[in-house]
């Protein structure tokens, strides 16, 4: 009967170790099915996370277009603002000009009158009255204008 004792344990040890080999394979595919599912959230997680990057950029994209797009409106402006003053500063240095020629005439006028000394007074009045000489001193093109300071005393 010791061997069939020993023919029992052996028996008990191959059932056990059947046992063991089955549970090993249970505890296997346990993991693995744990490992899978943790894959698939970690999986998920990294779909939500570039979502969320793609929809941060998207917004990103969409603030800088209307960024640039405010901003070409107010390089629009100010080149049309700088347009209209450099039109304005042509006008005022052309006015400036024609103001100098004038003034240059009056003051020939007037150096004329101041040394015109040798003559009488008489004469240089009629020198200066006589519509042929003194349309000879100041250009037809130019006709000399007073501002109302001028008349202020």
Request: hydrophobic share 30%; charged share 25%.
């Amino acid at each position: 009967m010791a061997s069939s004792s020993g023919n029992s344990s052996w028996s008990t040890k191959i059932q056990n170790s059947g046992s063991e080999e089955e549970l090993q394979v249970l505890i296997n595919d346990e993991r693995k099915n744990k490992r899978k599912q943790s894959n698939r959230e970690s999986a998920r997680r990294s779909r939500m996370r570039k979502q969320n990057h793609l929809d941060d950029l998207t917004k990103q994209v969409s603030q800088l277009r209307k960024d640039n797009s405010e901003i070409l409106t107010r390089i629009n402006i100010t080149t049309q603002h700088y347009l209209n003053f450099e039109a304005e500063n042509s006008v005022l240095r052309a006015q400036m000009g024609e103001l100098s020629q004038r003034l240059q005439s009056l003051n020939d006028i007037l150096n004329i009158i101041n040394n015109s000394t040798t003559t009488g007074s008489y004469e240089r009045d009629c020198y200066l009255t006589s519509p042929q000489n003194f349309m000879n001193i100041i250009p037809l093109n130019q006709p000399i204008m007073a501002s109302t300071d001028i008349f202020h005393w």
